[in-house]
């Protein structure tokens, strides 16, 4: 019996969220260094910092889904445990970027 859509979409959080919020990501740190040389303020560390965070929170999410539909409980099970294994990799990315930007001054463009 396919998995109705509220219950996938819970599940695929952890595949999506992290994914788009690194894409954002990516494209702010082609923005705001020159802001921030001005200013002074390191936004993009901050919005990295979120960033990772709600993917850790999509992660848990779906790890929940997997968690409470049980191992091997077809589709959703899978796509829950597989966005739980996404969300801390794309968080590491994403810190991985915020420690870019405190090594690497944003006025050196």
């Given at each position: ?20 919020l ?27 910092g ?10 848990f ?49």
């Amino acid at each position: 019996m396919p998995a109705s859509p509220p219950r996938m979409a819970p599940a695929l959080a952890g595949l999506v969220v992290g994914p788009v919020l690194w894409a954002i990501n990516t494209q702010l740190g082609q923005i705001l260094p020159y802001p921030e040389c001005r200013t002074g303020f390191l936004s993009s560390v901050l919005v990295s910092g979120i960033a990772a965070l709600l993917s850790l929170g999509a992660a848990f999410l779906s790890w929940r889904v997997s968690s409470l539909r049980g191992r091997g409980a077809g589709v959703t099970g899978f796509l829950g445990s597989l966005g739980a294994m996404m969300g801390p990799l794309i968080a590491f990315a994403l810190l991985s970027q915020a420690v870019s930007t405190l090594v690497i001054s944003p006025c050196a463009h």
